[in-house]
């Protein structure tokens, strides 16, 4: 199929590859005329696993292009597929008007057969706005869909190729079918192919994410009453993940979620409530959870210093929102580095991929090219995203290293009884704080 992709962010460029990879004739978009002289160059406006060599190897094979040129583009295409940014406006709902501004250029250039589908994330009730803004434009109704994506950032390729399922919303069946052929390479495992109406399709893609969040808000609360009671979060994650009910996905205790989504789609689902007249007690404090669970951190290492960190050395691992990923939005880390700088600690960071994103958005921060580095003459190190490279490190070379063997674990890497044995002061999340040096 001829399809035509408007935006390279995160989801486009994605979509926009995994489609070419199949066999597709694929086109991406964008009005950002620098980003698309680096994709033509094989330059990658973001971190994901394997996406780089995807687009380079579709490029070459003729089967992915890239331009600025809209109309062009839109007018041999049988699908063109919007997945322009929907940011956090003011009041926590999304903001649609990169998505009404497409609307409205690409409606001259449609073929009269095409399908408009919506892959960003959008409030329900957009694809409804599409269809009529379409009708009023192009005197004819068009055929508008929503196609929801589900792709975890750092394993978005493997989750576009191998779907738990795909969702897509339409007005009739003849669309339906025209997407199940599109998919059908990706869906030779027997994974459902879900078909129902734009709004069902648009609301699921809330409650799933809201849902998520919720598990993740759940269990840091549980893991903070655990430290009270003197429990082990991860003997009780234990406890209640063998029940099949409950299972044990999402059900990390650590220091927030961040990244594109979540927060996101939690405060536009809140908005949506509000706006119809329900209370979204639930939502609210899934995302008040969160946000101060993201303080954790910072509150046990002013505690662990008395309350004064003036001219304390810190080292912080860990600056993505998530590991395999560079994507620093909404990343407990930011807010951490944050506190401890206002506290009068100076900050030492590391992290494989996000650094080059921090130093454009802050100030003061010293950065390391290795995780050891970090840490030298550091009076306590953070850990606050799980990369693989931080699980084991030479525990001996740090202890040496570092000023003052503390260690705060935000996602809880370490055993505290080896980390006791070894000598370090060892605080983490949902479990009880240990303290080598006093042995």
Known sequence: MKIAVIGTGYVGLVTGTCFANSGNDITCIDIDEKKITGLKNGVIPI????????????????????????????KTAEMVYLAVGTPQGDDGSADLSAMWA??????????????????????????????????????????????????????AIDDFMKPDR???????????????????????????????SP???EMTKYVANALLATKISFINEMANLCEKMGGDINDVRRGIGHDSRIGFAFLFPGVGYGGSCFPKDVRALTAMTE???????????????????KTVLFTKVKEQFGGDLGGKR???????????TDDIREAPALVLIKQLQEAGATVIAHDPEAMD????????????????DAIKGADALCICTDWKAYHQPDFAEMYQLMAQPIVFD????????????????YHSIGRVAVDGRKA
């Open 47 to 74: 971190y994901e696993p394997g996406l780089k060599e995807l687009v380079l190897r579709n490029a070459e094979a003729g089967r992915l292009h890239f331009t600025t040129d809209t109309p062009t583009a839109v």
């Open 102 to 155: 497409v609307t409205k250029a690409i409606a001259p250039h449609l073929q009269e057969d095409a399908i408009v589908v919506t892959k960003s994330t959008v409030p329900v009730g957009t694809n409804a706005k599409i269809f009529g803004m379409l009708k009023e434009l192009t005197g004819r109704e068009c055929h508008v869909a929503s196609n929801p994506e589900f792709l975890k950032e750092g394993a």
């Open 410 to 425: 935000g996602r809880n890497l370490y055993d505290p009884e080896r980390m006791k044995a070894r000598g370090y002061c």
């Open 166 to 196: 795909v969702v897509v919303g339409v007005r009739c069946q003849e669309v339906s079918d025209k997407l199940h052929q599109l998919y059908a390479p990706f869906l030779r495992t027997e994974k459902p192919f879900l078909s129902m």
């Open 199 to 201: 709004e069902s399709a």
């Open 275 to 293: 706006d119809k007249g329900n209370l979204p007690e639930m939502l609210r404090a899934v995302d008040n959870v969160n946000e101060r669970q």
């Open 314 to 324: 810190i080292a912080v691992w860990g600056l993505a929102f998530k590991p395999e």
């Open 357 to 372: 994103n921090v130093q454009a958005e802050t100030s003061g921060v010293e950065f390391a090219d290795r995780a050891i």
